[in-house]
């Protein structure tokens, strides 16, 4: 790691209590926690008087367009090539900060603004491996969000001034990044952070998790409905896949962002403990890797080019048709899957189970 992962939250702290102008932004496709961290950040530099804007390359997904609505989305553009106000934010910001996010390559149209910016470049996050081009990194992987991070930047300046717009954003990042607080990464400081938010915030968990989760269209419980149909068990059933072609989007009628959470299905297989989930995008292929426990599947990941967490990565591959892209990655499988378990068939090339996925996938994977 480069010295300056080393940050501490208080650096973080500092660089932005001497700062006038701060741009913040995130990765692209953010989710809860990258839209939730950004929105507890940009408040809380409000607060204290500072001139900010969140600029993201993507727009956030549908399910989140309450938090934007009722907390703060006018705090928020999406980027626009070209846009004065964008670039004189970034040339003249004294700081840019990322959170969420170590990576260049994930920030999208924004990235070579925010690494061409003068300003002090910072990074809060919870992923391993920043790049080292920040000027302050301060990255904690034991955190099971950013969310908590920037809880503890707020918390350390001034409890007080964690209002309902901060709670609801933080509490909807750490939400959203702990799987409902049952992943792994989940810890008894995550349900101390999340207590802190409700009781400053003076807000509840069930309209959060109702705005998040309970909106869905019939459009994308069809979706459901055709994912789970593709669910196939590999490697004596300790992986289960998914796979979501561009003709079973259009069928359903759902929008590509109604593809998360699908994996957890397959993820939830008596006897799984690593998912996969194929999405078939115009450029290439998404595919999100899962799992449970000891089970690491960031490296898998990296194996495509992709990265991320232990437990949930993703990786995307341009320039190869899906089935090749579904066969390559379930071939690199036992290393993942089996370490622990030689009983299972460590040669299995291809199961009965993947035979029948690529059949049922013929016309689109021939
Ligand atoms: P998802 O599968 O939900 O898109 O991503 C899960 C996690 O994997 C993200 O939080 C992020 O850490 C990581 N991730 C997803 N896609 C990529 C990618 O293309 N490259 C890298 N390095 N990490 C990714
Ligand atoms: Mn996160």
Same mark, same amino acid.
């Given at each position: 790691?480069?010295?300056?992962?080393?940050?501490?939250?208080?650096?973080?702290?500092?660089?932005? %209590?001497?700062?006038?102008?701060?741009?913040?932004?995130?990765? *692209?496709?953010?989710?809860?926690?990258?839209?939730?961290?950004?929105?507890?950040?940009?408040?809380?530099?409000?607060?204290?008087?500072?001139?900010?804007?969140? *600029?993201?390359?993507?727009?956030?997904?549908?399910?989140?367009?309450?938090?934007?609505?009722?907390?703060?989305?006018?705090?928020?553009?999406?980027?626009?090539?070209?846009?004065?106000?964008?670039?004189?934010?970034?040339?003249?910001?004294?700081?840019?900060?990322?959170?969420?996010?170590?990576?260049?390559?994930?920030?999208?149209?924004?990235?070579?603004?925010?690494?061409?910016?003068?300003?002090?470049?910072?990074?809060?996050?919870?992923?391993?491996?920043?790049?080292?081009?920040?000027?302050?990194?301060?990255?904690?992987?034991?955190?099971?969000?950013?969310?908590?991070?920037?809880?503890? %930047? *707020?918390?350390?300046?001034?409890?007080?001034?964690?209002?309902?717009?901060?709670?609801?954003?933080?509490?909807?990042?750490?939400?959203?990044?702990?799987?409902? /607080?049952?992943?792994?990464?989940?810890?008894?400081?995550?349900?101390?952070?999340?207590?802190? %938010?409700?009781?400053?915030?003076?807000?509840?968990?069930?309209?959060?998790?109702?705005?998040? /989760?309970?909106?869905?269209?019939?459009?994308?419980?069809?979706? %459901?409905?055709?994912?789970?149909?593709?669910?196939?068990?590999?490697?004596?059933?300790?992986?289960?896949?998914?796979?979501?072609?561009?003709?079973?989007?259009?069928?359903?009628?759902?929008?590509?962002?109604?593809?998360?959470?699908?994996?957890?299905?397959?993820?939830?297989?008596?006897?799984?403990?690593?998912?996969?989930?194929? #999405?078939?995008?115009?450029?290439?292929?998404?595919?999100?890797?899962?799992?449970?426990?000891?089970?690491?599947?960031?490296?898998?990941?990296?194996?495509?080019?992709?990265?991320?967490?232990?437990?949930?990565?993703?990786?995307?591959?341009?320039?190869?048709?899906?089935?090749?892209?579904?066969?390559?990655?379930?071939?690199?499988?036992?290393?993942?899957?089996?370490?622990?378990?030689? *009983?299972?068939?460590?040669?299995?090339?291809?199961?009965?189970?993947?035979?029948?996925?690529?059949?049922?996938?013929?016309?689109? #994977?021939?």
């Amino acid at each position: 790691m480069p010295a300056s992962s080393s940050a501490s939250i208080d650096d973080i702290h500092n660089a932005l %209590l001497g700062a006038e102008r701060v741009v913040l932004t995130s990765h *692209i496709r953010p989710d809860g926690d990258a839209i939730g961290s950004e929105l507890g950040v940009a408040h809380f530099l409000k607060a204290l008087g500072k001139e900010v804007v969140v *600029i993201n390359s993507d727009s956030e997904p549908r399910r989140l367009g309450w938090l934007l609505d009722e907390h703060g989305g006018e705090l928020v553009e999406k980027y626009e090539e070209g846009k004065l106000s964008q670039i004189e934010a970034f040339a003249t910001a004294d700081v840019v900060m990322v959170v969420d996010t170590g990576a260049a390559h994930r920030l999208g149209k924004v990235a070579e603004r925010v690494q061409d910016a003068p300003g002090k470049k910072l990074l809060l996050d919870h992923h391993p491996d920043p790049e080292t081009w920040f000027d302050l990194a301060c990255v904690r992987t034991e955190a099971a969000s950013t969310g908590e991070l920037v809880y503890e %930047l *707020i918390a350390g300046h001034d409890p007080n001034l964690i209002d309902e717009n901060i709670a609801t954003a933080l509490y909807a990042a750490i939400m959203t990044d702990t799987g409902s /607080f049952r992943y792994g990464a989940t810890r008894p400081s995550t349900h101390r952070v999340v207590a802190d %938010l409700l009781e400053r915030g003076g807000i509840s968990p069930e309209p959060i998790h109702i705005n998040i /989760f309970d909106q869905r269209t019939r459009e994308s419980l069809r979706l %459901l409905s055709r994912a789970l149909e593709t669910i196939t068990t590999h490697y004596s059933g300790r992986l289960a896949s998914m796979v979501i072609t561009q003709e079973i989007l259009r069928e359903s009628g759902a929008y590509f962002d109604e593809t998360e959470g699908l994996i957890n299905y397959a993820l939830g297989l008596a006897g799984a403990v690593a998912a996969l989930i194929f #999405l078939e995008t115009p450029h290439g292929i998404k595919v999100s890797f899962r799992s449970k426990g000891d089970c690491k599947v960031n490296g898998w990941a990296a194996q495509f080019g992709g990265g991320g967490h232990m437990n949930a990565s993703g990786a995307y591959l341009r320039g190869k048709p899906l089935n090749s892209v579904v066969k390559e990655v379930i071939d690199k499988a036992p290393l993942h899957v089996m370490s622990s378990d030689p *009983i299972t068939a460590q040669d299995e090339d291809i199961s009965q189970d993947d035979l029948a996925l690529l059949s049922a996938f013929k016309g689109k #994977l021939d």
